[in-house]
């Protein structure tokens, strides 16, 4: 599992690990029943504090993307396939949202946009 912290986010740390965390349950990276690494494992490979971690993991949990057993650690818990589905569809609409702001800004009109996207979809 790879996650990526970095300085300049306006997101706090435990806020980055946990949307890292959950983008990759939702992206299916992380599968049902997979185990995380320990709090204190993932905190030391992170350079960061035990505490930062383990809200992060705590934050998981009160979400329903992880389950802790005591003595036994954290896995990846059990989804509901259409809330994973409008979770996944939500993240779609957000970028889908990021490149019409863009497009405006540049002066793209929807026809040229959408060629863009045609392409795309048919190149991947």
Do not use: C, H, W
Request: aromatic share 4%.
């Amino acid at each position: 599992m790879r996650i990526i912290i970095s300085n300049s986010s306006n997101e706090s740390i435990y806020e980055q690990i946990s949307n890292q965390i959950k983008g990759m349950i939702i992206k299916g990276e992380l599968e049902e029943g997979e185990a995380l690494p320990s709090i204190r494992g993932l905190a030391k490979d992170l350079q960061i504090s035990v505490i930062t971690t383990k809200r992060a993991y705590e934050e998981l949990e009160k979400e329903g993307f992880i389950e802790t057993m005591q003595g036994k650690g954290s896995f990846v818990a059990m989804q509901n396939k259409e809330l994973l589905k409008e979770k996944k569809l939500k993240i779609i609409e957000q970028k889908l949202a990021e490149v019409v702001q863009e497009s405006k800004l540049l002066g793209l009109r929807y026809i040229e946009i959408e060629e863009m996207l045609r392409i795309l979809f048919e190149e991947v």
